[in-house]
């Protein structure tokens, strides 16, 4: 028994894989503007292989048509025409012992040896933790003699002797937003400005902790001023990247300063907090331009809190939105994997591009998400990006990104590096979590590729062992031209039987027509439960004898029956758990970012003993297999909140909202929820941010229990 994915549909050549930071004073509810404060625990929501050199190669009209702001020049002209490119420490390292003068040189020394210097990696930026956490007898800084026995200026010099640029941290305020207070540069900014300056310093994050309430714009103000002073003194201009985190919209304003403001809160490592800065981030596409840029924050990529595909749709999003890059894994510690992410030099180009368009949104339904980004040459980098824990068919056409009407046009894929032709359609049903990037252009070479071909799988996602599972395949012909010698294969885990029960070949596969084939899939005998991956693949040629391969891994999953009778939530296995700020907890809230350090769920002042402690935007799900009957919890924003959060909770039985509690305060009782999920093979439990944005949303799913 098992629940029906959505249908899937990949095109070819698709590399897909296998199957944040934490804020630094912790979580705290977003402050008034220009008040004193940290960072909020998230940010609020909003409607590859190996180093390859990148292709040469409009939104729709509407897109082009979309009003445009006319922010004022940068105030250095030069300065980051394109997004900033580096690593900073801060999201690998925090401020361990580890952050010193040698990993900062070993950085920089990797930079050059892996050829992210060569990929356009430029920038090594130091956060804080980096000074004394007093000031000298001079009022200057002084940097840390243990972490940098030779002083901030030597390692300034080694870093600009491979060849690159180096960055340092500060905050607006008195005190830097490490709970150590190390200074800030309120009151110190000439002096501070000028110091960076003489000490080499390319640039300069200023952050927002502990700034006494004085007005942001003041604030920034004032260090601009300063750090163009330092410049005409010593003729070494500092790229200025304002972390304000969002809170005075400086999207507004910022332009006028700096070259990049951040859009956000601090991402942590997670799909939740990724996703959610994402779509903070992407409706702001109108005000991004060469030297002024929107900075959703440092990157994640290799730290570990995400997969590989979710790392591969991060990189992907931060590029086709025109985002800064830095680096925030430590590189002496990444994978293979780690580098191919973050060295694919035909992503890069996307984010890179001398136009200094960010993508915008041409369509989001139901977490399938087309942006696009015109390019420089004419193209258009296309994003299909799927935000759902399922496979889902995405689509779009040339035209509708804004490319003009031709014949056909050149698809490149910028993880698989194939090109191919297509008729006009962009498609490709994505993996959870997953986004197919192309670069699309209407080329009058198309002939000389293969046709693009759409790859699919649809069928029960779900069995248990021994059990066995009914999926379709299909391959769809994109193409102006007919695929010919067409073979598709399903493989999977050893020991698994799977069979075709209809044909899979074909001769010939004509424009616009598709092969479907359907397979038996049987697990093994007591298999432990978990997800499996599935292999399908394409072989087929052009008319003109030219290979190509299609490629699809997606999972299906051996489940286990709920047991008869009342079981809390807590006590059963799920299928998938999301969450927007640390981990989904049992029988505790969710507490901050790391594992199991919640506290007793609490609403209303009523403590339970068991339910899951959650973070918006949340969603678990659950494996009933039909068997289940009725849902029911009472939910809320925990206690440990105060005044803080704003939640709403919905059941969803299979691709049917069954019941929801409407948007909750922390003022609000414990709610009753009860949902009747008869029939439903899965349930799943969402929690939104209410649509106020996300600060401090712990939600508790308290008592929640299936009748089974």
């Known amino acids: 028994m098992g629940a029906v994915s959505a249908g899937l549909l990949v095109t070819v050549g698709l590399a897909l894989p296998a199957a944040a930071q934490p804020a630094r004073s912790g979580e705290a509810t977003a402050p008034a503007a220009g008040a004193a404060s ?79 210097k060569d990929a356009g990696y430029q920038y090594v930026n130091l956060d804080d933790c980096w000074a004394l956490p007093q000031r000298g007898a001079d009022g200057k800084l002084v940097p840390d003699p243990v972490r940098f026995p ?58 927002n902790c502990n700034n006494q309430g004085v007005d942001a714009r003041q604030r920034y103000r004032t260090m601009r001023d300063a750090l163009k002073a330092a410049a005409e003194t010593t003729g070494r201009p500092i790229v200025y990247s304002i972390c304000e985190w969002g809170e005075n919209k400086p999207w507004e304003w910022a332009g006028e300063l700096g070259q990049l403001w951040r859009t956000t809160g601090d ?27 929107n900075d959703p924050d440092m990157l994640e990529v290799g730290n570990g809190g995400m997969t590989d595909s979710e790392y591969r749709s991060h990189f992907s999003l931060w590029s086709i939105m025109a985002a800064p890059l830095l680096i925030g894994t430590d590189l002496r510690k990444a994978t293979a994997e780690t580098y191919g992410i973050l060295g694919n030099r035909e992503v890069i180009a996307v984010d890179q591009d001398p136009l200094g368009k960010q993508g915008t949104v041409v369509s989001s339904e139901d977490g399938r998400w087309v942006i696009a980004k015109e390019m420089a040459d004419g193209s258009r980098a296309v994003a299909l990006f799927n935000e759902t824990d399922r496979p889902r068919h995405i689509a779009t056409s040339a035209t509708g990104v804004g490319l003009p009407g031709a014949t056909a046009y050149r698809l490149r894929d910028l993880w698989a590096h194939q090109d191919y032709h297509t008729a006009g359609a962009i498609a490709a049903t994505v ?12 080329d009058a070479r198309w002939a000389s590729y293969p046709p693009a071909a759409e790859l699919g799988l649809d069928g029960t996602a779900l069995t248990e062992a021994g059990g066995t599972a009914r999926i379709e395949t299909a391959l769809t012909d994109l193409g102006r031209t007919p695929a010919h010698q067409v073979s598709v294969r399903l493989t999977g885990p050893e020991g698994w039987r799977i069979k075709a029960t209809s044909p899979a070949r074909a001769a010939s596969l004509p424009t616009g027509s598709r092969l479907a084939t359907r397979w038996q899939v049987t697990a093994p005998a007591g298999v432990a439960p978990g997800g499996y991956e599935l292999t399908v693949s394409a072989d087929y040629r052009s008319p003109e004898g030219t290979g190509a391969t299609a490629q699809l891994v997606s999972a299906i999953h051996v489940v286990v029956a709920p047991p008869s009778g009342t079981s809390y939530a807590s006590d059963l296995p799920w299928l998938s758990a999301l969450n927007g700020w640390g981990p989904v907890e049992k029988d505790t809230s969710v507490g901050e970012n790391a594992a199991g350090d ?32 009725r849902f029911t919890a009472q939910v809320g924003v925990d206690d440990e909140k105060g005044t803080a959060g704003t939640v709403a909770f919905e059941v969803w039985a299979d691709e049917t909202k069954v019941a929801s509690s409407g948007t909750l305060t922390n003022a609000d009782p414990a709610t009753a929820l009860t949902a009747a999920i008869g029939g439903a093979d899965t349930v799943r439990l969402v929690v939104t941010d209410g649509g106020d944005g996300i600060t401090s949303d712990h939600g508790d799913w308290a008592d929640a229990a299936f009748t089974c």
């Not at 690159?164 to 305020?173: E, V």
């Not at 993996?431 to 209407?442: D, E, I, K, Q």
Request: with cysteine.
């Open 431 to 442: 993996p959870a979590h997953g986004t197919v990037l192309y670069r699309v252009s209407a």
């Open 598 to 629: 919640g506290h007793p769920l609490t609403l209303g002042g009523t403590t339970y003993a068991k339910g899951l402690g959650v973070h918006a935007p949340s969603e678990v799900t659950y494996y009933t297999g039909g068997r289940c009957s």
């Open 267 to 293: 991402i942590s490592d997670s799909w939740g907090s990724m996703l959610s800065i994402a779509k903070q981030n992407l409706p702001l596409a109108r005000y991004a331009g060469p030297g002024r840029w």
């Open 38 to 116: 940290a960072p909020t625990s998230a940010p609020a929501s909003a409607p590859a292989s190996a180093l390859a050199t990148a292709p040469t190669s409009a939104p729709t009209a509407a897109l082009a048509s979309a009003p445009a702001a006319t922010p004022a020049a940068a105030p250095d002209e030069g300065l980051a025409l394109t997004p900033p490119m580096g690593f900073n420490n801060w999201n690998s390292t925090h401020c361990r012992a580890e952050f010193n003068e040698a990993m900062v040189k070993g950085i920089a020394d990797i930079f050059v040896a892996k050829g992210l």
């Open 150 to 207: 030779n002083g901030i200026k030597a390692v300034a010099d080694y870093v600009h002797s491979k060849g690159l640029k180096i960055g340092i941290y500060t905050s607006a305020g008195t005190k830097t937003c490490n709970s150590a207070g190390f200074p800030g540069a309120l009151g110190h900014e000439k002096s501070d400005a000028r110091q960076f300056a003489d000490w080499g310093i390319d640039y300069l994050k200023y952050d």
